[in-house]
């Protein structure tokens, strides 16, 4: 089998030619030339962000996508050399991808769009401040609100599924147990009856209006913004008055365990 001869070194400038050449004529030969001298590149940019992950072919047409892209944008004349505009260019690629391909689950895009705001803000929080941040100092930090932080966090966990099939044991017999195999059918309701009569059995610690925002929130499962436009109030009023009600109502719980 004949092997693929390898790519020959370009200088700068004739790089630079080779681009303007294609931009002028859509010289094949030209793109081509581009395209195995910076193969290397985009193949060590896709294995980056891959992480042994199963869309690593995908990433690599990806990079390849950002790259044909950048040879088509570049413009010389900013004074930047062409790998200073290729390495974000392609990074933004496979990014965009990872983003909106790779989700196990269809989850909103703000979700998906607020998730690596909310990394960086812990890392920057957590560096700051020594400690871990509470989940208001992440709201507060990136101008949103708590909801939507917790709503974010939990939805993360969403970005990759494991299949019911997949083998999680085996026994001597060489028998695999898979996930599917472990699932039953635990039945919630005797659960959610206690639940109720414990509630139900310190609600008389909260105001009317307090009441009201709990019912909303957890028993009619409605958001912090319907819950506001339903009882004509703000959604961070409602927010406030539904810290307040779970902190009456912990104490509680506290004083009734004594």
């Known amino acids: 089998m004949t092997q693929p001869s390898q790519a020959i070194k370009r200088t700068k400038e004739e790089v630079t030619e ?7 004529t859509e010289n094949g030969e030209a793109q081509t030339i581009l395209v195995e001298h910076y193969a290397a590149l985009v193949a060590s ?3 980056k962000y891959s992480k042994g992950r199963i869309f690593d072919e995908d990433l690599h047409q990806v990079g390849m996508i950002g790259l044909l892209g950048a040879i088509r944008r570049y413009d010389p004349s900013f004074g930047k050399s062409f790998e200073a505009f290729l390495i974000p260019t392609i990074i933004g690629e496979i990014k965009r991808f990872l983003r909106d391909k790779t989700w196990s689950v269809n ?10 705001k909310i990394k960086a803000a812990v890392d920057e929080l957590t560096n700051k401040n ?3 941040p509470k989940v208001r100092e992440i709201a507060d930090y990136l101008d949103v609100t708590e909801e939507e932080v917790l709503e974010t966090m939990e939805m993360g966990k969403s970005y990759q599924a494991l299949s019911v099939d997949q083998s999680i044991e085996a026994d001597s017999d060489g028998s695999t147990v898979t996930i599917l195999d472990s699932v039953g059918a635990y039945e919630k309701g005797f659960e959610k009856v206690d639940q109720k009569l414990l509630l139900d059995s310190i609600l008389h610690v909260l105001s009317e209006r307090e009441r009201e925002i709990i019912h909303c929130t957890f028993l009619d ?8 436009e339903y009882l004509g109030i703000s959604q961070m009023h409602v927010s406030r008055i539904q810290r307040r009600a779970i902190e009456k109502l912990k104490l509680a719980l506290i004083r009734d365990a004594k």
């Open 107 to 116: 989850v909103p895009r703000r979700v998906k769009e607020l998730g690596p």
């Open 130 to 132: 020594q400690r871990s």
């Open 18 to 24: 080779l681009i303007l050449e294609f931009q002028r």
């Open 221 to 228: 499962n409605k958001s912090q913004k319907e819950t506001g």
């Open 45 to 47: 940019l896709a294995r």
